[in-house]
């Protein structure tokens, strides 16, 4: 795949929650330990995460169509090969009656530096990410499935988009989308709220990811 033509150019998404990285307001520091315990993944903290995922889906008219035809959830897998996938959410997704089944295919196959710790300008770029990230081959996933990748937080939106390259060329018929349990607001000082949920899109152009919103 050449780095100026990728597969898909586009990729729609939704989140539940907002993140402030620099924030100066009580709230904003609030999201940042909010999303410490996020990454952390603790089970019974994922378990209430993926509840509040549910019953805002029920809720908000644009999560209920967003994910009314999601068939199959797929983890982004961490940063370093050996790392594990982060299936507890997509699991508790699919105990809460999100979609049918999680799949583990999407693979890692050489290491990408965190973006969370990696200095600005120097973070992984969405050819880095689509470089590193492999399909499991000889897979019985339907190819007119609906997939859904999630990950924990969404910055860019370039791992996601990144991955659903990868899907799009083992799966070209599938339909694909994804979640992310934050978003972050890399320049918003005050936070009204964390639980801001939304539906968006995160577009190729000018050679890197762009989110909105």
Same mark, same amino acid.
């Given at each position: 795949?050449?780095a100026?033509?990728?597969?898909?150019?586009?990729?729609?998404?939704?989140?539940c929650?907002?993140?402030?990285?620099?924030?100066?307001?009580?709230?904003?520091?609030?999201?940042?330990?909010?999303?410490?315990?996020?990454?952390?993944?603790?089970?019974?903290?994922?378990?209430?995460?993926?509840?509040c995922?549910?019953?805002?889906?029920?809720?908000?008219?644009?999560? &209920?169509?967003?994910?009314?035809?999601?068939?199959?959830?797929?983890?982004?897998?961490?940063?370093?090969?050996?790392?594990?996938?982060?299936?507890?959410?997509?699991?508790?997704?699919?105990?809460?009656g999100?979609?049918?089944?999680?799949?583990?295919?999407?693979?890692?196959?050489? =290491?990408?530096?965190?973006?969370?710790?990696?200095?600005?300008?120097?973070?992984?770029?969405?050819?880095? =990410?689509?470089?590193?990230?492999?399909?499991?081959?000889?897979?019985?996933?339907?190819?007119?499935?609906?997939?859904?990748?999630?990950?924990?937080?969404?910055?860019?939106?370039?791992?996601?988009? @990144?991955?659903?390259?990868?899907?799009?060329?083992?799966?070209?018929?599938?339909?694909?989308? @994804?979640? &992310?349990?934050?978003?972050?607001?890399?320049?918003?000082?005050?936070?009204?709220?964390?639980?801001?949920?939304?539906?968006?899109?995160?577009?190729?152009?000018?050679?890197? &990811?762009?989110?909105?919103?």
């Amino acid at each position: 795949m050449k780095a100026d033509k990728p597969a898909m150019r586009s990729l729609d998404f939704a989140s539940c929650y907002v993140y402030a990285p620099c924030g100066g307001c009580a709230v904003s520091a609030r999201s940042r330990s909010f999303c410490a315990m996020v990454k952390a993944a603790e089970p019974p903290r994922v378990a209430l995460y993926a509840g509040c995922v549910v019953r805002q889906a029920h809720l908000m008219p644009c999560l &209920a169509e967003f994910f009314r035809t999601i068939d199959v959830l797929i983890p982004i897998p961490a940063s370093e090969p050996s790392g594990s996938n982060r299936e507890y959410l997509p699991d508790r997704l699919v105990a809460e009656g999100l979609a049918t089944s999680s799949w583990k295919g999407l693979r890692r196959i050489r =290491h990408v530096p965190k973006s969370a710790s990696a200095a600005p300008g120097r973070r992984p770029t969405v050819m880095a =990410h689509y470089d590193s990230l492999s399909v499991v081959p000889g897979s019985d996933l339907p190819n007119d499935s609906c997939l859904l990748l999630i990950d924990d937080v969404v910055t860019k939106g370039r791992t996601l988009l @990144a991955a659903s390259m990868r899907l799009h060329e083992a799966f070209p018929q599938a339909r694909i989308t @994804a979640f &992310a349990l934050l978003r972050t607001l890399g320049f918003k000082d005050r936070l009204e709220g964390l639980l801001e949920p939304c539906v968006g899109r995160i577009v190729w152009r000018a050679g890197d &990811a762009h989110r909105n919103p």
